[in-house]
T-cell receptor, first 114, second 114 residues
Framework: DTGVSQDPRHKITKRGQNVTFRCDPISEHNRLYWYRQTLGQGPEFLTYFQNEAQLEKSRLLSDRFSAERPKGSFSTLEIQRTEQGDSAMYLC????????????FGPGTRLTVT | AQSVTQLGSHVSVSEGALVLLRCNYSSSVPPYLFWYVQYPNQGLQLLLKYTSAATLVKGINGFEAEFKKSETSFHLTKPSAHMSDAAEYFCAVHMDTGRRALTFGSGTRLQVQP
């Protein structure tokens, strides 16, 4: 299967610890997105990459959050000094760059901060 | 600003009955519209998309949606519900204004009763 993959699927961490998530997009997709989804809500946009360039960041992306896509392929999302409010599902999506807008989502990483 | 409203956070139907999930959007420019389905602890799967080619859009699993500009609606329907349709459904909008993110509604949980 060549869909979007995310690792880990689940992460439990203690408040104050740092966590890092990885996303591997569909191989020919040059756009990559991160979203956050809390219980009972739709996904909310965090940030977007075109190739290796981070072109857009949401106000939801506080200073404790950082995302990279160093070679324009996989991406990482790091959360420093986690807080209980960071508990959510973190979703990665990818899309082709030319004239299409549908995004294909990975299975998500569920973060629980205790 | 763009927004998506999904009326009814929970919808319950009997197996074999018509499914109707409502989505209204606000947009100052012609939008691209999407419906996604999410099964428990999974990512989002694209059901169908509207990209201005045709107002009635057919998707996977027997779902379809009709774009009505005058009503700013994009309701999702299926003639006959199946038990396997039980899931969370999200309507999303992308506006061709340079932003790449999708804006999601808060979702509708569909229950299918035997």
């Amino acid at each position: 299967d060549t869909g979007v993959s995310q690792d880990p699927r689940h992460k439990i961490t203690k408040r104050g610890q740092n966590v890092t998530f990885r996303c591997d997009p569909i191989s020919e997709h040059n756009r990559l997105y991160w979203y956050r989804q809390t219980l009972g809500q739709g996904p909310e946009f965090l940030t977007y990459f075109q190739n290796e360039a981070q072109l857009e960041k949401s106000r939801l992306l506080s200073d404790r959050f950082s995302a990279e896509r160093p070679k324009g392929s996989f991406s990482t999302l790091e959360i420093q000094r986690t807080e209980q409010g960071d508990s959510a599902m973190y979703l990665c999506a990818s899309s082709l760059g030319t004239g299409t807008y549908e995004q294909y989502f990975g299975p998500g990483t569920r973060l629980t901060v205790t | 600003a763009q927004s998506v409203t999904q009326l009814g956070s929970h919808v319950s139907v009997s197996e074999g009955a018509l499914v109707l999930l409502r989505c209204n959007y606000s947009s100052s420019v012609p939008p691209y519209l999407f419906w996604y389905v999410q099964y428990p602890n999974q990512g989002l799967q694209l059901l169908l998309k509207y990209t201005s080619a045709a107002t009635l859009v057919k998707g996977i699993n027997g779902f379809e949606a009709e774009f009505k500009k005058s009503e700013t609606s994009f309701h999702l329907t299926k003639p006959s519900a199946h038990m396997s349709d039980a899931a969370e459904y999200f309507c999303a909008v992308h506006m061709d204004t340079g932003r790449r993110a999708l804006t999601f509604g808060s979702g509708t949980r569909l229950q299918v009763q035997p």
